[in-house]
């Protein structure tokens, strides 16, 4: 039986193995997924051992998608922008990197939510993994313009240094949320980890076209924090990003086995039990 992974640190929590097991049955591959924790010094050391075990491949979360970077030994054009890996396939001399968070997004977006982004305003707030990871993948669905605005200015403008020449037509800006003021997006997306701390980001509350549509990347069981600032705000059409979760993951999948399942029914299934938890059981992407 082939086998495949997740690996991370912490893993306990990780709804992977239950997404990649229902894949599994919808298509008729013989395969198993396990979560496999990792010593925070033994990332390296924890992929070697899988792949002697004859692992086909592996996805990797945090705190490994940098190091998991620069142990493969090829890497996906996406994956090479973002600078992080969340997709290994093993390969009898290679270590194919990839990074399917982003698309994981833009088909969540796009095909889950009907939130079309081609000729949109799109803002997106924040600047580390999650954000890297999105940005060439949004630019690959041609808005309108692509502004991103984060805590750490100094953070967004690597983000332009770093993804500039993929902008193509799409006007490129990035800057503080204070420079937000006096602007309007039509798509509205969150990449902090703001919600995690329950916190609210200092945005002016005018950001949003009438019927924008608003992502927050972190999900659970009602509106996260972010979500229900953004209601008062006026936000109209909002999300949360247990899509995205479940998109990358079978973005993993179709890599891997050459099939792509069906993730429409998955996440309405993990819906139906994200429901059935209390608010207080709030879940981060991070354990994906
Ligand atoms: P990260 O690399 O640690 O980046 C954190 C980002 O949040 C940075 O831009 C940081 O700004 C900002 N931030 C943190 N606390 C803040 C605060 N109090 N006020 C303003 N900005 C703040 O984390 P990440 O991996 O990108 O993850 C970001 C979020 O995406 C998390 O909530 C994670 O759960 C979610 N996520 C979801 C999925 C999914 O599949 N649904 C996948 C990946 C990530 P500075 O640069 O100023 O520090």
Same mark, same amino acid.
């Given at each position: 039986?082939?086998?495949?992974?997740?690996?991370?640190?912490?893993?306990?929590?990780?709804?992977? $193995?239950?997404?990649?097991?229902?894949?599994?049955?919808?298509?008729?591959?013989?395969?198993?997924?396990?979560?496999?924790?990792?010593?925070?010094? @033994?990332?390296?050391?924890?992929?070697?051992?899988?792949?002697?075990?004859?692992?086909?491949?592996?996805?990797?979360?945090?705190?490994?998608?940098?190091?998991?970077?620069?142990?493969?030994?090829?890497?996906?054009?996406?994956?090479?922008?973002?600078?992080?890996?969340?997709?290994?396939?093993?390969?009898?001399?290679?270590?194919?990197?990839?990074?399917?968070?982003?698309?994981?997004?833009?088909?969540?977006?796009?095909?889950?939510?009907?939130? $079309?982004?081609? @000729?949109?305003?799109?803002?997106?707030?924040?600047?580390?993994?999650?954000?890297?990871?999105?940005?060439?993948?949004?630019?690959?669905?041609?808005?309108?313009?692509?502004?991103?605005?984060?805590?750490?200015?100094?953070?967004?403008?690597?983000?332009?240094?770093?993804?500039?020449?993929?902008?193509?037509?799409?006007?490129?800006?990035?800057?503080?949320?204070?420079?937000?003021?006096?602007?309007?997006?039509?798509?509205?997306?969150?990449?902090?980890?703001?919600?995690?701390?329950?916190?609210?980001?200092?945005?002016?509350?005018?950001?949003?076209?009438?019927?924008?549509?608003?992502?927050?990347?972190?999900?659970?069981?009602?509106?996260?924090?972010?979500?229900?600032?953004?209601?008062?705000?006026?936000?109209?059409?909002?999300?949360? @990003?247990?899509?995205?979760?479940?998109?990358?993951?079978?973005?993993?999948?179709?890599?891997?086995?050459?099939?792509?399942?069906?993730?429409?029914?998955?996440?309405?299934?993990?819906?139906?039990?994200?429901?059935?938890?209390?608010?207080?059981?709030?879940?981060?992407?991070?354990?994906?």
């Amino acid at each position: 039986m082939d086998r495949y992974a997740l690996i991370g640190h912490p893993v306990e929590h990780s709804k992977s $193995p239950h997404i990649h097991a229902a894949f599994a049955r919808q298509t008729r591959q013989e395969l198993s997924y396990r979560a496999l924790l990792a010593p925070l010094d @033994g990332f390296s050391d924890t992929v070697r051992m899988f792949r002697a075990e004859h692992g086909r491949g592996a996805n990797i979360t945090v705190p490994f998608k940098i190091e998991a970077y620069a142990l493969a030994t090829r890497l996906t054009e996406r994956a090479r922008l973002a600078g992080a890996v969340n997709t290994f396939t093993f390969e009898d001399d290679a270590i194919i990197g990839d990074n399917t968070d982003g698309i994981g997004l833009v088909r969540d977006l796009i095909i889950n939510l009907a939130c $079309p982004l081609a @000729g949109r305003r799109v803002l997106l707030l924040g600047a580390g993994g999650a954000a890297r990871g999105a940005v060439f993948p949004l630019f690959q669905t041609k808005p309108v313009s692509l502004t991103i605005a984060n805590r750490t200015i100094e953070r967004a403008q690597e983000l332009r240094t770093a993804f500039a020449s993929c902008a193509g037509q799409t006007a490129f800006t990035v800057g503080g949320f204070g420079d937000l003021k006096g602007w309007e997006f039509d798509v509205v997306i969150n990449a902090t980890s703001v919600s995690l701390e329950n916190g609210v980001l200092p945005l002016p509350g005018n950001i949003f076209a009438p019927d924008a549509f608003v992502y927050d990347m972190m999900y659970g069981a009602g509106d996260t924090p972010f979500l229900a600032w953004a209601r008062t705000a006026g936000a109209a059409r909002l999300s949360d @990003g247990l899509g995205m979760l479940v998109e990358q993951a079978a973005e993993s999948f179709t890599l891997w086995r050459g099939v792509r399942p069906n993730s429409a029914s998955v996440l309405s299934g993990l819906r139906r039990k994200l429901a059935s938890k209390s608010k207080a059981e709030l879940i981060s992407g991070r354990e994906f």
